[in-house]
């Protein structure tokens, strides 16, 4: 990462902004914005070339009086280098100041391999297993509690079917809770085989 771009804020008047006119990046680089005065709100942002290349997550910043905050600018690899603006602005516009960056060409971070086992699900089997390991038999921890867990889902569902059935009433929804409540008892049957 670059050293960082120095800005001061307020170091004379209300809504100063003092930055150098150039700046140089290797890669990804922070701007440093530091207060000197009153609580001020600072709008930062890429434009030009920098923009294809540069971003900002939060272009609005507060920066508390006589305190500092950092504004990070991800930057992509590139082969060439790219000279574009960063744009400074506070007083909600009314002061304004830009600074000329370029940024040399670089690499990126080095990507970590990813090892073929890490690739497969757990539980997968190692050779001949399926894709996923859909189809790998069940086992005791798949199915430890699954009785308990219908019961309550089948509970729930007559105790519902049952107050649909008392608070609107009518030979339709009772039909219907009636077959809600037969379905919810077969799965109980099922779930204790």
């Known amino acids: 990462m670059s050293p960082p771009l120095p800005v001061e804020l307020n170091r004379d008047r209300r809504h100063e902004i003092r930055v ?3 700046y140089e990046a290797d890669g990804p680089f922070s701007v440093d914005l530091h207060n000197h005065g009153d609580g001020v709100h600072v709008h ?3 434009d030009g070339s920098l923009a294809g290349v540069a ?4 272009t609005n910043h507060y920066v508390d009086a006589d305190a500092s905050t950092a504004v990070h600018v991800e930057v992509d690899p590139i082969n060439d280098p790219v000279t574009g603006t960063l744009q400074l602005a ?6 304004k100041t830009s600074v000329e960056v370029t940024v ?4 990126g971070p080095d990507r970590v391999p990813v090892g073929e086992d ?3 699900p757990k539980g997968a089997r190692a050779s001949g297993g399926s894709e996923g390991g859909i189809n790998r038999p069940a086992t005791a921890d798949d199915t430890d509690g ?9 509970l729930g569902a007559v105790l519902l079917a049952s107050a649909v059935a008392v608070v609107v ?3 339709v929804v009772t039909a219907g809770a009636g077959v809600v409540i037969v379905a919810a008892l077969v799965a109980v049957a099922a779930a204790l085989r």
Not at 55 to 58: C, D, F, G, H, S
Not at 90 to 95: L, M, N, P, V
Not at 104 to 107: G, L, Q, R, Y
Not at 146 to 154: D, E, G, H, K, N
């Open 55 to 58: 971003r900002i997550a939060e």
């Open 169 to 171: 009433g009518g030979q």
């Open 44 to 46: 930062v942002n890429v």
């Open 20 to 22: 150098a006119e150039r």
């Open 146 to 154: 699954l009785p308990i867990r219908v019961f309550a889902v089948a």
């Open 118 to 120: 890490l690739a497969r």
């Open 90 to 95: 506070t007083g909600y516009g009314s002061r």
């Open 104 to 107: 040399s060409p670089f690499d």
